[in-house]
């Protein structure tokens, strides 16, 4: 564990931006975010693009669902700003270089998307990253996929339950931590907790010093932080 708990913004920084918006992203980096959180899906044509979401429903002015449209399509719908929905090289390339951690989300628990792994991996590896990137998912089978493809990155498993023996889980499943929606104590494991919003959750995560907090205002978060 490190002694000084990282901060992802998660989605961005939804207090300010639309979630997942390039915007978001620019801002965060641009105040020196320790790192960013967001979600992955594949187009029609098979485009990885960021969104939380199966469907666009909710964050554009659009409806169906992701897989239904290809990334051409998907251009013409816009985020409550403006802005088009991300796609996930836009985003590599706003933060080439740049000292940011990314946690990039599989959202493969609902729909699985053919070759979304290899896709993904093949982009993250044309990046200039500074830092490894840590792959998580609902699906442990996409980060078994990752794992295959590419055994040097970082994988982390995602639940809202508590996990019976995390050390020997991680070591069984290949994975480098745990992303949970509690905090558990555990020793090797990196552990990632969200979504957390509360100051006064975010003083005790500090205190236990998790490896990450995942926020939407990561600004509250790292104020907490400084005097924690």
Not at 129 to 135: A, D, N, S
Request: proline share 4%; with cysteine; net charge negative.
């Amino acid at each position: 564990m490190t002694s000084k708990s990282l901060i992802y913004g998660h989605r961005g920084v939804p207090v300010k931006f639309p979630e997942n918006s390039l915007a978001g992203f620019a801002y965060a980096v641009d105040q020196k975010i320790d790192g960013l959180e967001f979600d992955v899906h594949l187009t029609k044509d098979s485009v990885p693009v960021i969104m939380h979401d199966e469907k666009i429903d909710r964050t554009t002015d659009g409806q169906g669902k992701i897989s239904d449209y290809t990334y051409a399509e998907l251009r013409q719908f816009s985020l409550a700003n403006g802005e088009p929905v991300p796609s996930l090289k836009e985003l590599l390339d706003l933060v080439s270089g740049e000292p940011v951690h990314l946690n990039l989300e599989f959202k493969t628990d609902k729909h699985y998307y053919q070759g979304i792994e290899r896709i993904v991996l093949r982009l993250v590896h044309q990046a200039d990253l500074v830092y490894p990137v840590v792959f998580s998912s609902f699906n442990l089978h996409s980060l078994e996929r990752g794992y295959r493809l590419d055994p040097s990155q970082k994988y982390a498993f995602l639940s809202a339950a508590h996990i019976g023996n995390p050390e020997d889980f991680c070591a069984s499943e290949h994975l480098e931590g745990l992303h949970l929606e509690h905090y558990q104590a555990m020793s090797t494991v990196s552990e990632r907790v969200w979504t957390v919003d509360d100051p006064d959750e975010m003083r005790q995560l500090f205190d236990k010093q998790v490896s990450a907090v995942i926020t939407n205002n990561f600004e509250l978060a790292r104020d907490v932080r400084a005097v924690s």
